[in-house]
Protein backbone atom coordinates (compact mmCIF):
# COMPACT_ATOMS: atom_id res chain seq x y z
CA UNK A 1 0.00 0.00 0.00
CA UNK A 2 1.48 3.50 -1.12
CA UNK A 3 1.30 5.93 1.89
CA UNK A 4 -0.83 9.08 1.56
CA UNK A 5 1.63 11.50 1.15
CA UNK A 6 3.36 9.66 -1.96
CA UNK A 7 -0.11 9.84 -3.41
CA UNK A 8 -0.63 13.05 -2.85
CA UNK A 9 2.73 14.11 -4.06
CA UNK A 10 2.35 12.52 -7.09
CA UNK A 11 -1.24 13.51 -7.99
CA UNK A 12 0.15 16.89 -7.62
CA UNK A 13 3.82 15.89 -9.57
CA UNK A 14 1.19 14.42 -12.60
CA UNK A 15 -2.50 14.77 -11.81
CA UNK A 16 -4.54 11.19 -11.99
CA UNK A 17 -1.20 9.50 -11.37
CA UNK A 18 -2.63 8.76 -7.86
CA UNK A 19 -5.67 7.46 -8.63
CA UNK A 20 -3.61 4.95 -10.93
CA UNK A 21 -0.90 4.28 -8.27
CA UNK A 22 -3.69 3.18 -5.87
CA UNK A 23 -5.85 1.51 -8.47
CA UNK A 24 -8.61 3.20 -7.29
CA UNK A 25 -10.88 5.33 -10.12
CA UNK A 26 -8.75 4.04 -12.24
CA UNK A 27 -10.78 5.27 -15.19
CA UNK A 28 -11.41 9.11 -13.60
CA UNK A 29 -7.17 8.99 -13.31
CA UNK A 30 -6.62 7.30 -16.52
CA UNK A 31 -8.63 10.04 -18.23
CA UNK A 32 -7.18 13.46 -16.24
CA UNK A 33 -3.72 12.13 -17.56
CA UNK A 34 -4.86 12.12 -21.18
CA UNK A 35 -6.06 15.62 -20.77
CA UNK A 36 -3.23 16.42 -19.19
CA UNK A 37 -0.91 14.63 -21.46
CA UNK A 38 -2.69 16.39 -24.10
CA UNK A 39 -2.08 20.03 -22.20
CA UNK A 40 1.51 19.18 -22.44
CA UNK A 41 1.53 19.14 -26.19
CA UNK A 42 -0.35 21.62 -26.48
CA UNK A 43 1.78 23.87 -24.84
CA UNK A 44 5.11 22.94 -26.48
CA UNK A 45 3.32 23.55 -29.70
CA UNK A 46 1.80 26.68 -28.74
CA UNK A 47 3.92 27.92 -25.23
CA UNK A 48 2.09 31.20 -24.95
CA UNK A 49 -1.83 30.48 -26.43
CA UNK A 50 -4.34 33.49 -25.85
CA UNK A 51 -6.33 31.19 -23.68
CA UNK A 52 -5.27 28.14 -22.44
CA UNK A 53 -8.54 26.24 -24.65
CA UNK A 54 -7.97 28.25 -27.62
CA UNK A 55 -4.14 28.25 -28.88
CA UNK A 56 -2.93 30.61 -31.91
CA UNK A 57 -3.05 27.72 -34.35
CA UNK A 58 -6.32 25.60 -35.36
CA UNK A 59 -4.31 22.57 -33.99
CA UNK A 60 -3.23 23.73 -30.69
CA UNK A 61 -7.24 25.31 -30.03
CA UNK A 62 -8.07 21.51 -31.05
CA UNK A 63 -6.17 20.35 -28.52
CA UNK A 64 -6.91 22.65 -25.73
CA UNK A 65 -10.92 21.71 -26.58
CA UNK A 66 -9.88 18.28 -26.47
CA UNK A 67 -8.42 18.51 -23.40
CA UNK A 68 -11.42 20.77 -21.87
CA UNK A 69 -13.74 17.66 -23.35
CA UNK A 70 -11.71 14.61 -21.73
CA UNK A 71 -11.72 16.32 -17.92
CA UNK A 72 -15.48 16.83 -18.70
CA UNK A 73 -15.86 13.48 -19.06
CA UNK A 74 -13.71 12.26 -16.54
CA UNK A 75 -15.52 14.76 -13.55
CA UNK A 76 -18.99 13.33 -15.41
CA UNK A 77 -17.47 9.65 -15.48
CA UNK A 78 -16.42 10.01 -11.48
CA UNK A 79 -19.47 11.47 -10.65
CA UNK A 80 -21.24 8.78 -11.83
CA UNK A 81 -19.40 6.41 -10.28
CA UNK A 82 -19.67 7.44 -6.69
CA UNK A 83 -23.68 7.72 -7.57
CA UNK A 84 -23.63 4.84 -8.60
CA UNK A 85 -21.52 3.40 -5.40
CA UNK A 86 -24.17 4.44 -2.84
Not at 64 to 67: P, S, T
Given at each position: MRRPIEVAIANVLF???GYVLLRKRMGFGLLVMLGV???FVQLYID???YIIAYGSTYFSATL????IIILEVALAYDAYTLAKER
Open positions: PGLAIQPLPGILV
